[in-house]
């Protein structure tokens, strides 16, 4: 795991306590030599030499400046997941949507903004690939002087990734020139490292040392591609008290079932008999698309005397396919709504969405051999609309006023309603390619409903918005309806960045659109955002100073 590397400055600025402290980190990127499973070293980007890469540490309400210097040999970008960066997109960091890539040898000071953020979330390159190991935790402490809502005695930072066999920039290319399946991923690592169950690994298993009778706060972070995880503990409970930077109503559960982008907080008591018992990642897989079923374990390992040599006990997890495990986890998450932590979820909605979230299929251009199913070329798509990136960042054509760089009219309904979650064979599998964005009003309460569809390999949709965090009010199986408004959970629903969109169900999420900006919203299956499947909310400035997007900095990329 990297470590808390330098240089990290803290300037205390009087004048302004009330808003924290001032930070300052140094991110390089640059091509690193790692070993792996049993090749031999393999050269991949990552920050300041490690992977994972650098925590960042702070405090609720403080702001971080990262200067990212990119001496690699491509250009790349850097998201801080899940901070909503108020009024201030240019440091978002998704490429073509904020900025464009950091180009070779140059750098680009990034200012993270925290608000209300308060517990892990994380960073990761948002260009290409990349991210598979270009990411690191942001560990978001309380204000100085406040309290967790919960205790422990010690912290560990649990990050899960997967690794591929070859350069994840040249993999995606190919794919998307072909039409195909990109590569599967070869492992997944914990802290990056792969785990006893692969060739080659047994002695770079990640090992947690506990004292027994302690409890543990672990930050889990999913950092993976394209594969949703089963997480357990052999014979110890775990308690989720946290997720995407909020907390939540204590959840004793055996295992959790977490996505691609979202972080939690779980408390763990080691209150078994002293020993070595494995904590395991094994994926969750609802679809017929390719898929890497391995699994990727550490040690959870007591201090003491006993038989080391004995092999460690294994976790009970639910099945790759377990579908009805996945929901029961999902569904019970509620957020804390604590005095010190309340819930406001809007109730007055004035905007109302409903989008529809599918994989598709493109016809293969002329000419051209394609290797997607029966020739065609894989895509993706939200209301019938694949989204295709211009060659300029939105934001800099937005706050310009640029014309013909996108358009202001992504539909707040489907272009027709069908049985979404029924036999579809009948339809088209085509989407529109286009650049479109979803303009909305300052300070509307706005309501989206993903309505996942049967088209092409339909799976879950672990779905995120930059710029905020939302209420996820609803969520179901089969086909939205009007009636199940009644059944919302407006009174502590979680509140996160990223949600599950259940395979052919739905999911109804709300939030205020306060945060005046351009922000994107996207699948965080790698290789479904890379088919399409994203869009861009433009939220509109309000009437007063204080409600409009801040001016860019003068070290902005140049877009070429």
């Given at each position: 795991?990297?470590?808390f590397?330098?240089?990290?400055?803290?300037m205390?600025l009087?004048?302004?306590m009330a808003?924290?402290e001032?930070?300052?980190?140094d991110?390089?990127?640059?091509?690193?030599p790692?070993?792996?499973?049993?090749g031999?070293?393999?050269t991949?980007?990552?920050v300041?030499?490690l992977?994972p890469?650098?925590?960042i540490?702070?405090?609720?309400?403080?702001?971080?400046?990262?200067?990212?210097t990119?001496?690699g040999?491509y250009?790349?970008t850097?998201?801080?997941h899940g901070?909503?960066?108020i009024?201030?997109p240019w440091?978002d960091?998704p490429e073509?949507?904020t900025?464009?890539?950091?180009?070779?040898n140059?750098?680009?000071l990034?200012?993270i903004?925290?608000t209300?953020?308060?517990g892990t979330?994380?960073w990761h390159?948002?260009?290409?690939?990349?991210?598979?190991?270009?990411?690191?935790?942001?560990?978001?402490?309380?204000?100085?002087?406040t309290?967790?809502?919960?205790?422990?005695?010690?912290?560990?930072t649990?990050?899960?990734?997967?690794?591929?066999?070859?350069?994840t920039?040249?993999?995606?290319?190919?794919?998307?020139?072909?039409?195909?399946?990109?590569?599967l991923?070869?492992?997944?690592?914990i802290n990056g490292?792969?785990?006893?169950?692969?060739?080659?690994?047994?002695?770079?298993?990640y090992?947690?040392t506990v004292v027994?009778?302690k409890?543990?706060?672990l930050?889990i972070?999913h950092?993976g591609?394209?594969e949703?995880?089963?997480?357990?503990?052999?014979e110890h409970?775990?308690?989720v008290?946290?997720m995407?930077?909020?907390?939540?109503?204590?959840?004793?559960?055996?295992?959790?079932?977490i996505t691609?982008g979202?972080?939690?907080?779980?408390?763990?008591?080691a209150?078994?008999?002293?020993?070595?018992y494995?904590?395991?990642?094994?994926?969750f897989?609802?679809?017929?698309a390719?898929?890497?079923?391995?699994?990727?374990r550490g040690i959870?390992q007591y201090?003491?005397?006993?038989?080391q040599?004995?092999?460690p006990?294994?976790p009970e997890?639910?099945?790759?396919?377990?579908?009805?495990?996945?929901?029961n986890?999902?569904?019970?998450l509620?957020?804390?709504?604590?005095?010190?932590?309340?819930?406001?979820?809007?109730t007055n909605?004035?905007?109302?969405?409903?989008i529809?979230?599918?994989?598709?299929?493109?016809?293969c251009?002329?000419?051209?051999?394609c290797?997607?199913?029966?020739?065609?070329?894989?895509?993706?798509?939200l209301?019938?609309?694949?989204?295709?990136?211009?060659?300029?960042?939105i934001l800099q054509?937005?706050?310009?006023?640029?014309q013909?760089?996108?358009n202001k009219t992504?539909?707040?309904t489907?272009?027709?309603?069908?049985d979404?979650?029924?036999?579809?064979s009948?339809?088209?599998?085509?989407?529109?390619?286009?650049?479109?964005v979803?303009?909305?009003?300052?300070?509307?309460?706005?309501e989206?409903?993903f309505?996942?569809?049967?088209?092409?390999?339909?799976?879950?949709h672990?779905?995120?918005?930059h710029?905020y965090s939302?209420y996820?009010?609803?969520m179901?199986?089969?086909?939205?309806?009007?009636?199940y408004?009644s059944q919302?959970?407006?009174?502590?629903?979680?509140f996160?960045n990223?949600?599950g969109l259940p395979?052919?169900?739905?999911?109804?999420i709300?939030?205020?659109?306060d945060?005046?900006?351009v922000?994107?919203?996207h699948?965080?299956l790698?290789r479904?955002?890379s088919?399409g499947?994203?869009?861009?909310?433009v939220?509109?400035?309000?009437?007063?100073?204080d409600q409009k997007v801040?001016p860019?900095?003068?070290?902005v990329?140049p877009?070429?």
């Open positions: 795991m990297g470590t590397l330098g240089f990290v400055v803290t205390t009087l004048f302004c808003q924290g001032v930070l300052y980190y991110f390089v990127v640059k091509e690193t790692i070993q792996m499973l049993c031999t070293n393999q991949v980007l990552t300041n030499g992977f890469g650098p925590e540490h702070a405090h609720k309400g403080d702001t971080i400046y990262v200067n990212v990119n001496t040999p250009g790349v850097i998201h801080w901070v909503r960066q009024r201030y440091s960091g073509y949507i900025q464009c890539p950091i180009p070779t140059s750098s680009f990034q200012k903004i925290l209300e953020e308060e979330l994380w390159a948002h260009s290409d690939w990349t991210r598979a190991t270009i990411h690191g935790p942001i560990i978001i402490l309380p204000v100085n002087g309290n967790y809502p919960y205790k422990f005695d010690e912290q560990h649990i990050v899960i990734s997967e690794w591929y066999a070859r350069d920039k040249d993999i995606i290319d190919e794919a998307l020139a072909t039409g195909g399946d990109p590569d991923s070869v492992a997944y690592t490292q792969p785990g006893d169950s692969y060739s080659c690994s047994n002695d770079s298993t090992n947690l027994q009778g409890t543990y706060l930050r972070i950092s591609l394209n949703e995880m089963f997480f357990g503990i052999a409970n775990i308690t008290v946290g995407d930077g909020a907390y939540l109503k204590p959840l004793n559960t055996e295992y959790l079932m691609p979202q972080t939690m907080d779980v408390l763990v008591t209150n078994q008999t002293p020993g070595r494995y904590m395991v990642f094994s994926p897989v609802d679809t017929n390719p898929s890497n079923d391995n699994v990727t959870f201090t003491g005397t006993y038989n040599s004995e092999t006990v294994l997890l639910p099945g790759l396919t377990n579908k009805s495990d996945a929901g986890f999902t569904i019970q509620r957020s804390l709504n604590s005095a010190e932590h309340p819930s406001t979820v809007p909605i004035t905007r109302n969405i409903t529809t979230v599918s994989v598709n299929q493109q016809p251009p002329a000419n051209q051999t290797n997607g199913p029966d020739g065609s070329m894989h895509s993706a798509s209301n019938n609309i694949s989204f295709s990136a211009p060659s300029i960042s054509a937005y706050y310009n006023n640029l013909g760089i996108y992504f539909p707040d489907p272009p027709f309603v069908f979404y979650t029924g036999n579809v009948a339809l088209g599998e085509a989407a529109n390619v286009t650049t479109e979803l303009m909305i009003n300052h300070n509307e309460e706005v989206i409903r309505q996942g569809t049967n088209l092409g390999a339909a799976e879950n672990p779905m995120h918005l710029g939302f996820v009010v609803g179901g199986d089969g086909n939205f309806s009007d009636s408004v919302y959970n407006t009174v502590d629903p979680p996160v990223t949600v395979k052919n169900g739905w999911t109804a709300r939030f205020k659109a945060n005046p900006g922000w994107f919203m699948c965080h790698e479904h955002a088919w499947m994203d869009t861009v909310i939220v509109k400035d309000g009437l007063n100073d801040l860019p900095p003068d070290d990329p877009c070429s």
